[in-house]
């Protein structure tokens, strides 16, 4: 897991893991379909769940750098090759769901309509 370290001036300082995982020569030789003892698909989702892992890392370390400054008040916070700002932002949105329900034909004249892929992975 990672050390966080917090030092003088509003500056933190993370420590990342001791050894840190990486597409290593055989994944490589997989991904170019040169390995038969393995599939593409196969270092694709050790990929992916190494993802999700430094994904949940990462939540983690926003969530307590968050809490840390709502705590002292900061609103800014500088590291040697980073910097975070949490600060409140205000902005206007249109209500869609009222819109149609209380001027449909607008929102449907002004609604529209496109077409994509959704690639999921479960």
């Known amino acids: 897991m990672n050390k966080i370290t917090w030092l003088d001036g509003n500056q933190i300082q993370i420590t990342p893991p ?24 196969e270092i694709w989702c050790a990929i992916t769940r190494l993802s999700e892992e430094v994904s949940a890392t990462l939540d983690s370390l926003r969530d307590t750098l968050k809490t840390y400054m709502t705590e002292n008040g900061l609103d800014t916070v500088t590291g040697s090759e980073h910097k975070a700002s949490y600060k409140k932002v205000t902005s206007s949105r249109l209500d869609s769901a009222a819109l149609k329900k209380e001027l449909p034909e607008i929102a449907a004249k002004y609604t529209k309509t496109t077409e994509t892929r959704r690639f999921l992975f479960v």
């Open 18 to 41: 001791k050894r840190t995982k990486k597409v290593t020569g055989t994944r490589f030789a997989t991904i170019l379909g040169l390995n038969p003892w393995s599939t593409s698909f």
